[in-house]
């Protein structure tokens, strides 16, 4: 296990910026998520700690140690990319046995150390195939193994799962989780998809611009963006308008709540509200209708015109949504467990 900083990293192609002053600390054994749209600098983050890209300005340390003039082979990661990047004449345990041989590793070890490897990542049955006779699943599990098999000082993952169909990707990334917590290595886990990130990162750093907006574990992110794009990235959520009060209150959706930031009299200012945490009443008139009723198992998720709010996004439990239908008049509030609001905006 490693500690790894990349400090004040500056990157650009041409007039391009990639990365600006990208800071990044990461504990050793801890799992980081790197998380944005395409073009924020996340894989390239990713490519200069790997050493594939050399950092125009900044440090890249690992273990305190300066890595800027060290090749990718001298650094000792392991890396999986989303192209499986298997030699395509070698079998499974082939494949598992390169990085060994490369590190001299004697027959009797490797043998150890491959039979592992098969087991944790429930390659029993595949061992003996060519890439050419796995499915995507059982080929990425191929590339983890030989990844982890090295004992690497840091694990870097580029989008593993991003080729993989809904149900395998959702599989594989547990098992990614459960394999970086039984081995204990220090991870990078670069995706665009918010749900992985938030299921196994211990933090998750969301990028935009070649910046760090926000890094922070998974619920505080959610919970307590920094930002009007860390909220509007992570999740749906409802950016409205919140009054101060003299006594620092704001007052939204008809409560009186505390914010994250206290209010002053009459102030404006916009708050980040997740759709769970809004109730809707069926009234006679409430200023607001129904525009769509969408039933997704356990939740039912209600689009609602609202005329003083505009278009607000509710997730109802679906045993309490079943009556809503599209054109029916509601009420739309603040649910009476939520204790405090997250501002967004700049107040005005």
């Given at each position: 296990?490693?500690?790894?900083?990349?400090?004040?990293?500056?990157?650009?192609?041409?007039?391009?910026?990639?990365?600006?002053?990208?800071?990044?600390?990461?504990?050793?054994?801890?799992?980081?998520?790197?998380?944005?749209?395409?073009?924020?600098?996340?894989?390239?983050?990713?490519?200069?700690?790997a050493g594939f890209e050399k950092a125009d300005r900044g440090e890249v340390?690992?273990?305190?140690?300066?890595?800027?003039?060290?090749?990718?082979?001298?650094?000792?990661?392991?890396?999986?990319?989303?192209?499986?990047?298997?030699?395509?004449?070698?079998?499974?345990?082939?494949?598992?046995?390169?990085?060994?041989?490369?590190?001299?590793?004697?027959?009797?070890?490797?043998?150890?150390?491959?039979?592992?490897?098969?087991?944790?990542?429930?390659?029993?049955?595949?061992?003996?195939?060519?890439?050419?006779?796995m499915s995507g699943g059982q080929k990425q599990r191929v590339a983890l193994?030989?990844?982890?098999?090295?004992?690497?000082?840091?694990?870097?993952?580029?989008?593993?799962?991003?080729?993989?169909?809904?149900?395998?990707?959702?599989?594989?990334?547990?098992?990614?989780?459960?394999?970086?917590?039984?081995?204990?290595?220090?991870?990078?886990?670069?995706?665009?998809?918010?749900?992985?990130?938030?299921?196994?990162?211990?933090?998750?750093?969301?990028?935009?611009?070649?910046?760090?907006?926000?890094?922070?574990?998974?619920?505080?992110?959610?919970?307590?963006?920094?930002?009007?794009?860390?909220?509007?990235?992570?999740?749906?959520?409802?950016?409205?308008?919140?009054?101060?009060?003299?006594?620092?209150?704001?007052?939204?959706?008809?409560?009186?709540?505390?914010?994250?930031?206290?209010?002053?009299?009459?102030?404006?200012?916009?708050?980040?509200?997740?759709?769970?945490?809004?109730?809707?009443?069926?009234?006679?008139?409430?200023?607001?209708?129904?525009?769509?009723?969408?039933?997704?198992?356990?939740?039912?998720?209600?689009?609602?015109?609202?005329?003083?709010?505009?278009?607000?996004?509710?997730?109802?439990?679906?045993?309490?949504?079943?009556?809503?239908?599209?054109?029916?008049?509601?009420?739309?509030?603040?649910?009476?467990?939520?204790?405090?609001?997250?501002?967004?905006?700049?107040?005005?």
């Amino acid at each position: 296990m490693a500690n790894v900083d990349m400090i004040g990293i500056r990157k650009a192609f041409g007039a391009s910026v990639a990365l600006d002053d990208f800071t990044l600390n990461i504990a050793s054994g801890e799992l980081v998520c790197l998380l944005g749209p395409s073009g924020c600098g996340k894989t390239t983050a990713l490519r200069i700690l790997a050493g594939f890209e050399k950092a125009d300005r900044g440090e890249v340390r690992v273990e305190g140690r300066d890595l800027a003039n060290e090749p990718p082979e001298k650094r000792l990661f392991g890396m999986v990319f989303q192209d499986y990047s298997l030699f395509p004449n070698m079998t499974a345990r082939q494949n598992i046995d390169f990085g060994l041989k490369v590190q001299k590793k004697s027959a009797t070890e490797r043998t150890s150390i491959i039979d592992r490897m098969i087991e944790v990542t429930a390659l029993q049955e595949h061992a003996d195939k060519f890439p050419h006779q796995m499915s995507g699943g059982q080929k990425q599990r191929v590339a983890l193994a030989r990844a982890i098999a090295t004992s690497p000082r840091v694990l870097l993952l580029d989008e593993p799962l991003s080729a993989l169909d809904a149900k395998v990707r959702e599989t594989l990334r547990d098992e990614i989780r459960r394999l970086q917590l039984e081995i204990g290595v220090t991870t990078v886990f670069v995706t665009h998809d918010q749900h992985e990130a938030l299921a196994i990162a211990d933090r998750v750093g969301v990028m935009s611009n070649g910046r760090l907006e926000q890094l922070a574990p998974p619920r505080e992110l959610y919970e307590n963006p920094a930002n009007a794009f860390v909220a509007g990235f992570i999740g749906t959520v409802n950016r409205l308008a919140a009054i101060g009060r003299s006594d620092g209150r704001w007052d939204i959706l008809g409560r009186t709540v505390p914010g994250n930031r206290p209010a002053h009299e009459f102030i404006t200012d916009v708050a980040a509200i997740r759709p769970e945490q809004l109730a809707i009443d069926p009234v006679t008139d409430g200023g607001a209708s129904v525009v769509s009723v969408s039933f997704l198992g356990p939740i039912t998720r209600v689009i609602i015109e609202d005329v003083q709010y505009g278009r607000v996004f509710a997730d109802i439990i679906s045993a309490d949504a079943s009556g809503l239908a599209p054109g029916q008049s509601v009420r739309v509030r603040l649910r009476d467990d939520v204790g405090e609001i997250v501002l967004i905006g700049e107040g005005e």
